[in-house]
């Protein structure tokens, strides 16, 4: 696939920003971990004007915090750059596939995290889970409403800078 050199700063750009972001919660506790939230969003713009271009700033943005700080590395690649690609990549097919779409894709991320390597996500919330079932509802039903928060967030950001990627 061609893209041109604009479109290739934009992708460094945003990737750059992404980085910088995710790389935030570990040198400013509290403070940081708020930033670190946002790179859901310059993922999902770039996965937005292409999904390509998105790909390509999760896999970029991935290998740089591996490099710089690698315990951040599982968060990025499980829950706000993997939740940035499928918003991004389905907000035009419409809130319901989206927000759908991207509460499964998060779920998935989230159970990765809290299983294989044992980072806990949600902290005390899922203690109170009495089984499995439970704890798949739990995980998904934070998962629904935080990707509705962000289908919301993401289509006003659109609303403002969505021209910036309309011909990309």
Request: aromatic share 12%.
């Amino acid at each position: 696939m061609n893209f041109s050199v604009k479109y290739l700063s934009t992708l460094s750009v945003l990737t750059s920003v992404t980085v910088m972001l995710q790389l935030f919660a570990g040198l400013l506790p509290g403070v940081g971990a708020l930033a670190a939230g946002f790179t859901t969003l310059f993922v999902a713009l770039a996965a937005y004007s292409k999904p390509l271009g998105g790909l390509l700033v999760y896999a970029a943005a991935a290998g740089l915090i591996g490099i710089i700080m690698p315990i951040k590395l599982p968060l990025f690649l499980f829950s706000t750059g993997l939740l940035g690609l499928s918003l991004g990549a389905t907000v035009k097919l419409g809130k319901n596939i989206s927000v759908l779409s991207s509460s499964l894709v998060l779920t998935i991320g989230t159970l990765v995290l809290t299983g294989p390597l044992g980072i806990p996500v949600l902290g005390p919330a899922l203690s109170y889970a009495k089984g499995p079932i439970t704890f798949l509802i739990i995980i998904f039903a934070f998962s629904w409403v935080f990707c509705f928060l962000w289908y919301i967030f993401f289509q006003r950001v659109i609303c403002r800078m969505g021209h910036l990627f309309k011909n990309t």
